[in-house]
T-cell receptor, first 108, second 111 residues
Framework: AQRVTQPEKLLSVFKGAPVELKCNYS??????LFWYVQYSRQRLQLLLR??SRESIKGFTADLNKGETSFHLKKPFAQEEDSAMYYC??????????FGKGTLLTVNP | DADVTQTPRNRITKTGKRIMLECSQT?????MYWYRQDPGLGLRLIYY???????NKGEISDGYSVSRQAQAKFSLSLESAIPNQTALYFC??????????FGQGTRLTVV
């Protein structure tokens, strides 16, 4: 079974502080992992995916198969980063399973 | 980005009524999904379809049904709406590489 766990429902940081949003997954096959972001009153959109290994808006995420984690990090948070963040797992059949999300608030 | 379009955007309906939410896409993707979003529960998969002849239940399919009328259209029906089906519903499509594209969402209220 596919499972995604985001242990923090809420995360609040100050502008300029580092931020890390945690994601752990459970999957027996080779996972495809994504981070999606949902800004207020907008649709979900892809932030990044592990296979591309790119940095988007200063965010990075590294897949750690040993710890089955895919944590999202940014060294210096900005107010415009305030949003809901979802970690998602795509299995071999590409059925996407989402975590419950973490609401990030960046305070001025 | 209007590649995935949901109608209606908002709907208030009474308990026991039948309601259909529609989704159309111009992405050319075979895979389509219906999710519901609830505060604190994230996105939960209702149904998904990998092609026109393929329909699969997700984790919370009870009380819902779907129809894949064409590659571009995937509708979600609530046969007899109940208040705990009040939620924000999202349609999504994905390509073979797994990236999903979402519609704007349909806010459904069952009174």
């Amino acid at each position: 079974a596919q499972r995604v766990t985001q242990p923090e429902k809420l995360l609040s940081v100050f502008k300029g502080a580092p931020v890390e949003l945690k994601c752990n997954y459970s999957y027996s096959g080779s996972p495809e992992l994504f981070w999606y972001v949902q800004y207020s009153r907008q649709r979900l959109q892809l932030l990044l995916r592990h296979i591309s290994r790119e940095s988007i808006k200063g965010f990075t995420a590294d897949l750690n198969k040993g710890e089955t984690s895919f944590h999202l990090k940014k060294p210096f948070a900005q107010e415009e980063d305030s949003a809901m963040y979802y970690c998602a797992l795509g299995g071999s059949n590409y059925k996407l399973t989402f975590g419950k999300g973490t609401l990030l608030t960046v305070n001025p | 980005d209007a590649d995935v379009t949901q109608t209606p955007r908002n709907r208030i309906t009474k308990t026991g009524k039948r309601i259909m939410l529609e989704c159309s896409q111009t992405k050319g993707h075979d895979r389509m999904y219906w999710y519901r979003q609830d505060p604190g529960l994230g996105l939960r998969l209702i149904y998904y379809s990998f092609d026109v002849k393929d329909i699969n239940k997700g984790e919370i399919s009870d009380g819902y049904s779907v129809s894949r009328q064409a590659q571009a259209k995937f509708s979600l029906s609530l046969e007899s709406a109940i208040p705990n089906q009040t939620a924000l519903y999202f349609c999504a499509t994905s390509e073979a590489t797994g990236e999903a594209f979402f519609g704007q969402g349909t806010r459904l209220t069952v009174v």
